[in-house]
């Protein structure tokens, strides 16, 4: 099963009166998106600065949070280590927000963010200690127009159940092998694709399962950011 979900449907957020504005393929619940949270992907949402703007201290918990840096500059802030960190583009953090930690952010102006929020079993991690980390971009490595973030290639590991993530550059055309029991979410970053005669702009979300391949036709030179989890994850989800 394949679906498109355009940028324009998806989910709406802003913060501090449309500093931040956020498309969000996956939204909470109250969102009123098309898209709610499956497998053990919680929330996806994609946050660009129209100016130097921060949000301030707020708290998480139970879930495992990562945020991506797509382009530019941000800052953040967490209770674990009290003091403010900067990371550039391509670079990672990992929050595993156990029994509670607060986080603030600052994103400096034409930046944008992922803010990817997994379900590690939080009816365990509420108990658990909670963590903190970051990545810098050239932890990551790349083969064959392949960026690994979460993967048998890459030492970043999280206690979510069997999750891949991993970037694309796509300049022809290319049959993606897939495990058809996995949903397959990907977002296409820049460029412009065709998938079975639909085509696919900037900030598009598709949603594939119960499928074994995919062919993709490239219009223009793309990236695709991909996440690939359990259709059938075995534990409850929240």
């Known amino acids: 099963m394949i679906e498109v979900f355009k940028k324009e449907d998806q ?14 393929p996956i939204g909470f619940p109250t969102d009123g998106g098309p898209i709610s949270s499956y497998s053990n992907l919680f929330y996806w949402a994609h946050a660009i600065a129209k100016s130097d703007s921060t949000i ?44 509670g930690i607060s986080h603030s952010e600052f994103i400096q102006k ?24 970051d990545y810098k971009s050239n932890f990551f490595k790349i083969k064959n127009n392949k960026k690994t973030i979460i993967g048998k290639d890459s030492s970043l590991k999280i206690k979510s159940e069997d999750i891949e993530i991993f970037e694309l550059k796509l300049t022809e055309d290319i049959i993606l092998n897939l495990n058809s029991k996995k949903y397959y979410s990907i977002y296409l970053l820049s460029g412009k694709i065709a998938l079975k005669e639909k085509e696919i702009n900037n900030h598009d979300f598709i949603k594939i399962s119960n499928e074994n391949n995919i ?24």
């Open 11 to 24: 989910a709406y957020g802003q913060f501090n009166n449309g500093e931040i504005i956020e498309n969000k």
């Open 56 to 99: 301030g201290l707020h708290p998480h918990k139970g879930f495992e949070i990562i945020t991506f840096v797509i382009s530019g500059s941000i800052k953040h802030y967490d209770t674990l280590i009290d003091k403010w960190i900067k990371l550039d583009k391509g670079d990672v953090q990992v929050i595993q927000s156990g029994s």
């Open 215 to 238: 062919s993709l036709q490239i219009i223009n030179e793309s990236n695709l950011f991909v996440i690939a989890s359990p259709i059938n994850v075995s534990y409850e989800t929240y």
């Open 110 to 133: 034409n930046s944008s963010i992922f803010q990817i929020w997994f379900d590690p079993n939080i009816h365990k991690t509420l108990y658990d200690k909670p963590k903190y980390k």
